[in-house]
């Protein structure tokens, strides 16, 4: 009471200043924990019966979860740019698959992320983790919002400073990896950044899942008084795998296991000291990931559940992702959502909750779903755009109904006069076959006609206002 009261008496002599200290601090802070690869089944609380996770399943317990989550992508760095921006890929010249360590493009320091949001608010901002939208100093965090950064610039299997000198993938390759955890720092050139500057090379990759962590922990600390957003991306379970040593299960066919449950212990340390410091009443914390698990990789990658097929694909196994928000009080605690959402909405969604308009005159494609997170059931989003990894158009989502335009890719070897096939045409019901295995196109050619013509309709207003990327100058 004696706080409320000084504090009035404050505005009354000091005016708008204190309030705007006053703004400040009735401001929720935001952790976005973002992973890499995990599959839609890869969560306890999403139906893992082998993988343990009770810190996540804990935020699902005291939240929401959302079932019904989409990323723009089906892969890292477009993906990415998503979430960041509120646009699908394609509208932000981010779309053509990822990012290497000898690409000369990235995210447009011009483009407004969630960060340029929150830090034009006051907030401090900071990023841990993987990048992937870019190495070069203009396209790096600190370009794009964000106060500080620490973490790796692009994927763990890329190697600094043009990609070569890797060892063998696949499941086999992977398996030796696991069995030989030195080879993070024998087999593998990763860069670990801080900044702008390289810091460690090569990251030990053992650890890195605990010192992201552990940094958002500092940062959340010193910054307990004034608003904060964290961006956490992680860099596992995206392979190679490594977890620490003295965490480790020596069975290769644990390796997935056993990465995703150190995540979870990781996530349960920073859930604790959120709770520690006081924050959980005024803290959203989302738990999702970048797309679908990469099932080429078997017991190294994860698995989509009930979903189809996995990364890289814009089957629902691809693009569709376990999600976990939580807010005590604020978030309806041990509710579910299966509402249309996606990453694409997490920008205009975090400036409906902080009560700021977004800029105007920079289009956007994600929609303000504050009121699915408050416990409603009604979606803004009615539909969704699927390009392919390679930033192709592919599909709609449209209410029950997904469409897919499957376009054959000319071969390499193919000769100047091959002719692409017609391309296949497959329609789901998503509300009665969520694994996508009963293609009903023939039996509904209007509704084929109708997708069709809606989804090439919203494709061509993305290209013709499409932005660029930042490029390196030659």
Known sequence: MFRISFLISLILTFGSSVSVILAEENKPNFIIIFTDDQGYGDLGCFGSTKIKTPNIDRMAK???RFTNFMVASPVCTPSRAALLTGCYPKRVGMHQHVLFPSSTKGLNPEEYTIGDHL????????????????????????????DTYYGIPYSND???????GKPPGRAPGMDDLWNDPKSTLTKWNTPLMENE???????????????????????ITKNQKKPFFVY????MPHIPLYVPDEVRDPNPLNAYTNTIEHIDAEVGRLMDKVRELGLSKNTYVIYTTDNGPWLPFKHHGGSAGPLRDGK???FEGGQRVPCVMWAP?????????????????LLPTIAELTKTPLPKGKKIDGLNAASLLEGGNDSPRKEFIYYTSRGDLEGLRQGKWKILVK???????????WKAPAPEILLFDMENDLGEKNNLADDNPQKVKELTARMNVLDAEITKNAREPWYKKQ
């Open 197 to 219: 500057k390289i810091i460690e090379l090569p990251v030990d990759q053992r650890t890195v899942t605990r010192r992201y962590t552990q940094k958002a922990i500092d940062f």
């Open 329 to 345: 009080g604020r978030i309806p605690a041990g509710t579910e959502c299966n509402e249309l959402m996606g990453t694409i909405d």
């Open 232 to 235: 956490l991306p992680h860099s």
């Open 407 to 417: 376009k054959k890719r000319k071969p390499r070897n193919a000769g100047k006069n």
């Open 312 to 314: 890289g694909t814009t």
């Open 158 to 164: 890329m190697n600094h400073p043009d990609n070569k």
């Open 62 to 64: 005291e939240g929401r």
């Open 119 to 146: 830090k034009k608010q006051g907030y401090a901002t900071a990023a841990f983790g993987k990048w992937h939208l870019g190495h070069h100093p203009e396209t790096l965090p600190q370009n794009n919002g964000f």
